[in-house]
């Protein structure tokens, strides 16, 4: 693409009669006359194509708890290095990370990291994998992709932490490179996806739908609870009774609270006892993986036997205080399996959280 080595050509777009190109990546189908950004900012249309402007940039690094992410059931104790690049295809008013997904300043993406040195630093740093996350990876597509087949060549596992807003031809390209994944499921009505969120929900459950029933990704959803938002008991147990139905008992659910924040500061926090009301829910449809989080809940946040009832992980924020699981990740009393990606023994990194720098990594 020339001298810019942050700025990439892409493959899913094509040309309109009128001259324009159209993205064909995610939903949003931008249509883009020369020189016009995208609504994710980052793809643009540059001499007559849609091209990535952020390949190779990021907005930092930082060692992460797994949990983190959060994932319970794949890979637990391990340390993950974390990254985002800039922008996002959807527009929450609630954002957690607006500063970074929401920016359109390119100073925002500091350091340098070509797919190799991200690969070599999280070998050198001892991380059993490699997260996108901050912003959505689904908008740098192929810098993701090229990163994980580096990864892969380390025997890094790669997560995507994501809202799952893509189409379905990239959809399936970038989900043959990741291991992992975890999925925003922002609400259940298309009423709050268009209003909050500026999406659409559809495309959501197609994602999900397709990662568990076309792929061996091992994947989490996670639910933001927003306090007379999205919260009310009839949207939770219509997402269960589809969750139940589409996805079965063994994907793991997230019920998470909201923090005032970005565009949402009108709204308060939400208090522990929506999320226990939306974890018992849940379990009465017949999860058997539901947690809490965003809040101090070791009883919410741990891991039970759906069997015997017995606590296989205990977890108090992202620190293991219990682990009853066997060598084959079966309840060690009575043998029944827990649906995961287990080691033999859980990881030691516990909570912290290490910012890096990966230019100490540069060859």
């Known amino acids: 693409m020339g001298a ?21 990546l995610c939903p949003r189908y931008c249509k883009l006359a020369e020189g016009q950004r995208g609504f994710c900012f980052v793809r643009q249309n540059l001499n007559d194509q849609i091209v990535l402007t952020t390949y190779g940039r990021s907005s930092g690094f930082c060692i992460d708890p797994i949990e983190k992410k959060p994932l319970n059931h794949y890979l637990p104790g391990t340390s993950i290095l974390s990254f985002g690049t800039a922008g996002c295809n959807l527009g929450c008013r609630f954002c957690q990370n607006w500063d970074i997904s929401k920016s359109r300043e390119i100073d925002t993406l500091a350091d340098q990291a070509s797919p190799e040195l991200v690969a070599r630093a ?36 790669t997560v995507a932490v994501t809202a799952g807003y893509m189409c379905d031809e ?9 291991d992992a ?26 994602t999900l739908v397709y990662l ?16 007379d938002t999205n919260d009310s008991t009839q949207e939770i147990e219509k997402l269960c009774r589809w969750y139940a139905d589409n996805l079965g008992p063994d994907v793991p659910l ?26 018992e829910i849940a379990l009465k449809h017949g999860l058997r993986y539901v947690f809490t989080g965003n809040v101090h809940d070791e009883a919410g ?47 030691t990194w516990g909570a912290k959280r290490q910012p890096v720098r990966l230019r100490d990594f540069a060859a």
């Open 122 to 157: 999280a070998k050198k740093l001892g991380c059993s994998s490699v997260a996108f996350t901050y912003n959505d990876p689904v908008i740098f597509h192929e810098y993701a992709i090229d990163i994980a087949r580096e990864c892969h060549k380390l025997d890094i596992k």
């Open 301 to 347: 946040g741990s891991t039970y036997c759906h069997h015997c009832q017995q606590k296989l992980i205990g977890r108090d924020w992202y620190e293991i205080t219990a682990w009853n699981l066997d060598a084959q990740g079966r309840c060690n009393r009575c043998q029944t399996p827990c649906a995961g990606v287990f080691n033999r023994k859980p990881g």
């Open 170 to 178: 990239p959809r399936r390209e970038f989900y043959r490179y990741m």
């Open 254 to 279: 997230h019920f998470t609270a909201f923090h005032p924040d970005f565009k949402m500061t009108d709204k308060p926090p939400t208090p522990a006892s929506t999320l226990t009301r939306a974890r």
């Open 4 to 24: 810019d080595a942050s700025i990439v050509a892409t493959k899913y777009w094509h040309k309109l009669p009128d001259g324009r190109a159209q993205c064909d």
């Open 181 to 206: 994944a975890n999925v925003d499921l922002k609400g259940f009505t298309e009423e709050f996806y268009k209003r909050v969120c500026i999406g659409e929900l559809q495309p959501v459950l197609d």
């Open 212 to 227: 568990k029933k076309e792929t061996s990704v091992w994947f989490e959803v996670t639910t933001l609870l927003i306090p």
